[in-house]
């Protein structure tokens, strides 16, 4: 099921409120896909889900690869999903690491300097690169 802009704030705002909750780190991903170009309002679309490219560590300016969510993370994850019918058929993969390897093969030039944020409560902080 696809799942439009205004939605997927919403959903990015609970997550949010749950990392909170649960009293987890800050979250600071890079995506890409129709999630990242939905948030970003260059092709407002609807998506399927969240595409994790890696870890923004912004002492380095640099996207770090991730092999797995943290156990809490997942468990957050996990809740958004269990609270909402338009996730049934995704689950706790509504957010996932399927593009993680791009970090490793690289991406393309510039790809870090045309990053814009935008945050979601305390605990979650998106970026994704623009045109």
Do not use: Y
Not at 10 to 38: D, T, Y
Not at 39 to 56: H, K
Request: hydrophobic letters at 45%; a negative charge.
């Amino acid at each position: 099921m696809a799942i439009s802009p205004d939605i997927l704030r919403g959903l990015l705002f609970e997550l949010a409120q749950w990392l909170e909750f649960e009293n987890c780190e800050l979250v600071e991903w890079v995506i890409c896909g129709g999630a990242a170009m939905a948030l970003s309002e260059f092709n407002v679309r609807a998506t399927q889900d969240v595409d994790v490219v890696g870890a923004w560590n912004a002492n380095r300016s640099k996207i770090e690869s991730l092999d797995d969510f943290s156990e809490p993370l997942k468990s957050c994850i996990a809740r958004v999903a269990a609270g909402h019918p338009e996730l049934a058929g995704f689950g706790q993969q509504w957010v996932n690491l399927g593009p993680a390897k791009l970090v490793r093969f690289g991406l393309p030039p510039q790809f870090e300097k045309r990053m814009k944020s935008m945050q979601f409560g305390r605990k979650l902080t998106l970026a994704s690169s623009g045109p």
